[in-house]
């Protein structure tokens, strides 16, 4: 299903169902979230070349973006998810310090 802001006439998200309780929605400039069950099998497809989520996992996987352009979610939830994401790039050692 994709959602659209129709006064924009602007494409906000793409959501797929993943069996019956999972999902993964994407927005058009490629950010995701996802069930943490379902990436398996789900990729990246460039050219004929197909690429698992979990390699761009660290740059991609935004649920932050995704709340915040749903509109759904408070910003209390979105700070979360940023800072959440700000611990997992540390622990990663791409941004600052390694928690």
Do not use: C, H
């Amino acid at each position: 299903m994709r959602l659209w802001n129709v006064a924009e006439r602007k494409e906000i998200i793409d959501l797929y169902a993943l069996g019956g309780a999972d999902y993964i929605a994407v927005t058009p400039d490629e950010y995701y979230r996802a069930s943490k069950t379902r990436l398996t099998g789900i990729s990246f497809r460039s050219g004929g070349q197909l690429y698992p989520f979990e390699q761009f996992d660290l740059r991609f996987n935004r649920p932050d973006l995704v709340a915040e352009r749903l509109g759904r979610a408070s910003p209390a939830e979105i700070l979360e998810y940023r800072m959440a994401r700000e611990r997992r790039l540390r622990k990663n050692g791409i941004y600052g310090k390694p928690a």
